[in-house]
C-alpha cells in the first residue's frame, strides 16, 4: 500500500527565512513524488515533481524539493518565503510500477508567513 | 484556455435529497478523479475513471455514484444514502498516456453543504 505523512499541521516563518515543509512516503518499489499548492477555496495547483535523475528538483515560485532514498522523504524548501506563500501543501505518491493508480495525498501542512 | 470546469461552486442540499456535481475538462486527459476534503483529512479518493465507461469505487466510495459515458465529462451523485456529505469536492484529470510526467490538473471544487 501508498501512504503518505506530513507530520507538520502547520509551519509558521518570518518572511525572508527559509521554509521547509516535510513528507514522508512509503511505497512498494520506486515513488513519483508530487507536491502542491492550494489557495483557499482553490483547487490544488502542482509545484514540482520527482520522478528519477537528481535528487534536488526545482519547480515554481522558487520552490524545489530534495529526494531522500534512504530516509524515504521529499521535503519541500525554499531559501527565502514570501508572505505570499501562505497557503496549504499537500505531498502526493504513487509507486513507479503500479500501473495507473491514484495519486495518495497527504493529509497537508498549512504554511504561514508572517511579515 | 484548457483545464476543468466544476460547476457549481456552492451547493446546499437538504437531509434526504440527491444532488449532482459537475466536472468537465476539455484537455483531451483519459483518467478523471473525484476527491473529498475535509480540514485536517487531506483528500480522499471517491471515484474514478481511467477510459471511458470505466469506473472504479476509491477508498471512500459509499453513499457516492456516478459514470463516465464522456470523455470530456465525470459527474458525480451525492446520494442521501452519505452519511456526511459537507465537504469541499475536487475534480481532477491526467492523461493516461503519461502519467508519469505530469501531475493532476483540478478543478476549482465545488463546497457541498447539507442545510
Known sequence: AQSVAQPEDQVNVAEGNPLTVKC????????YLFWYVQYPNRGLQFLLKYITGDNLVKGSYGFEAEF???????HLKKPSALVSDSALYFCAVRALNSGNTPLVFGKGTRLSVIA | DGGITQSPKYLFRKEGQNVTLSCEQNLNHDAMYW???DP???LRLIYYSQIVNDFQKGDIAEGYSGSREKKESFP???TSAQKNPTAFYLCASTPL??????GYTFGSGTRLTVV
Open chain 2, 76 to 78: 458525480l451523485t451525492v
Open chain 2, 97 to 102: 498516456t503519461a502519467p508519469r510526467d505530469y
Open chain 2, 35 to 37: 476527491y473529498r476534503q
Open chain 1, 24 to 31: 514522508t512516503y512509503s511505497v512498494s518499489g520506486n515513488p
Open chain 2, 40 to 42: 485536517g483529512q487531506g
Open chain 1, 68 to 74: 531522500n532514498k534512504s530516509q524515504t522523504s521529499f
